[in-house]
């Protein structure tokens, strides 16, 4: 089989397909490549000073083997893996999950090579509470891999109490040890106090790399490698698309066109980057897309301290779904959105529909089909109906989905939300506005040191009867 590609197709951006009004034209196309060349070349040299390490996680061998280690040691008897994390500790290990492993991959021991695995992101009581329930005679069967690089965000440190307890008091010290894994900082942090306490074994999140670079270093990787992804061959697919994303030929880096692209369209009234992709595997890809972009891009001052209030926002959409659901705004709403679509060539299996029941003529056109036929045809139709009423759209080919492909597409928007960051002139790389809601919650909650925070949240937490119907 030839080796995965793939590739970005932007020709429905521009002006001869949807006209002047709403696309780009080729002078303007020319000029976003002279503004974009020195991001490229500023995002190379911000790697090569060291200041930007997710660029360089493929290439880092330890991460990969330190990976396998754990993996190898905590495989045997290990029928679940759950994941405790949030936002980038967690999103990278749903995408990947759902992107290469079968849709009913918990479900059907024959359509798995390795545990069930779960990832909690959340705290709903009324889902942890279900799991629990479901988890509380498996225990010894089951591996908890607790993601926090800080040790101090809430949502997993409080299911990681709940678990740590029922651990304890089920199974013992010497169980609790055995059953948990922590990725966190190398050195510091309150995660990293409680594993050197515990003895608990650990991987590490690198230093300098933010929770939405990270699904390519042990965060994303251990629960891969535990489901039978082939993680060399992501890490190879990210490293094949390195080569392009850091040449400093506009026309021949993707990442440098998709930003000049998505960086245009925001600056002419359409500041909404709509990521659809047409295959459900790749769904899970649109949500850890939309908090690389939303955290990275969004802020309010620029890199010299004045207010800019930028940020594109980023709408996640299934093909053939979201057809029926949201196409109808896409197409007469405000043309205020650039559409990115997830095209795959050829699926890993496919399924052909049966013959029309005789009374159906009007089905005959179905009959004998590949499903993949219907699905591409209807992403097609959409893209279609859209440039008909002059909306921007771009398209991500996967030749098929495999490690590499993925790999690749996770690089290619890291490197794409780098240079759009320089483009917008921001810092993508800090998340202060997210900051002020984790204190309140330490406040709500009665944590020492921010009762002062407290008092100022009263007037939001108190009920105001007058408003209340
Ligand atoms: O991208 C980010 O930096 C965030 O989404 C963090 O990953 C998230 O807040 C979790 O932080 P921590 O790993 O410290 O628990």
Redesign the pocket.
């Not at 993601?147 to 965000?153: A, D, P, Q, V, Y």
């Given at each position: 089989m030839s080796e995965t590609k793939i590739s970005l197709y932007y020709k429905n951006v521009m002006a001869d397909v949807i006209g002047e009004e709403h696309g780009i034209t080729k002078a303007q196309l020319q000029d976003l490549a002279e503004k974009t060349v020195p991001a490229i070349v500023e995002c190379n040299n911000q790697r090569k000073a060291g200041k930007i390490p997710y660029r360089d996680l493929p290439y880092v061998e330890s991460y990969a083997k330190d990976v396998k280690a754990v993996a190898a040691e905590i495989k045997d008897g290990c029928e679940n893996f759950v994941v405790l994390?949030?936002?980038?500790?967690a999103l990278g290990n749903i995408a990947l999950q759902a992107a290469l492993n079968p849709y009913m991959y918990n479900m059907d021991e024959n359509q798995r090579k390795g545990p069930r695995l779960f990832v909690f992101d959340n705290v709903d009581p009324m889902q942890l509470g279900s799991f629990l329930h479901w988890v509380g005679d498996k225990l010894d069967k089951t591996i908890f891999n607790v993601?926090?690089?800080?040790?101090?965000?809430a949502e997993?440190a409080s299911q990681f109490l709940v678990i740590r307890e029922m651990l304890l008091e089920k199974l013992g010290a010497d169980g609790f040890q055995k059953q948990v894994v922590a990725t966190t900082d190398a050195n510091a942090g309150t995660m990293r106090k409680i594993a050197d306490d515990a003895k608990l074994r650990t991987l590490v999140?690198p230093d300098g790399v933010?929770?939405?670079f990270?699904v390519l270093s042990p965060v994303g990787l251990l629960s891969a490698a535990m489901c039978g992804i082939d993680i060399d061959e992501l890490l190879a697919g990210a490293a094949k698309m390195d080569e392009l994303c850091s040449k400093e030929d506009f026309f021949a880096n993707p990442a440098a066109i998709n930003a000049a692209i998505n960086w245009h369209f925001y600056n002419r009234q359409k500041p909404i980057s709509v990521m659809m992709p047409y295959s459900y595997a790749l769904k899970d890809l649109s949500d850890w897309y939309r908090?690389l972009w939303a955290?990275s891009l969004g802020k309010t001052k620029d890199l010299q301290g004045n207010d800019v209030f930028v940020g594109p926002t980023p709408v996640k959409a299934l093909g053939t779904t979201d057809q029926h659901s949201q196409v109808q705004l896409y197409r007469e709403g405000p043309n205020d959105k650039l559409f990115t679509f997830l095209q795959v060539s050829e699926f890993s299996s496919d399924v052909t529909m049966g013959a029309e029941p005789q009374v159906a003529p009007e089905l005959d056109y179905l009959a004998g089909q590949k499903m993949s036929k219907l699905l591409n045809a209807e992403k097609l139709a959409t893209e279609y109906a859209l440039l008909h009423d002059k909306r921007p759209c771009m398209t991500v080919l996967f030749d098929r989905i495999d490690a590499s492909a993925i790999g690749q597409f996770i690089y290619l928007f890291e490197v794409t939300t780098s240079i759009a960051g320089l483009l917008f002139g921001i810092d993508a790389y800090d998340?202060p506005a997210?900051e002020l809601g984790k204190e309140a919650t330490f406040a709500l909650m009665g944590r020492e040191g921010f009762e002062e925070l407290a008092e100022k949240i009263k007037p939001v937490a108190d009920i105001d009867g007058d408003y209340l119907i």
């Open positions: 994390g949030i936002g980038g500790s993601i926090s690089k800080s040790g101090r965000t997993t999140v933010g929770g939405r990270s908090q955290e998340q997210v």
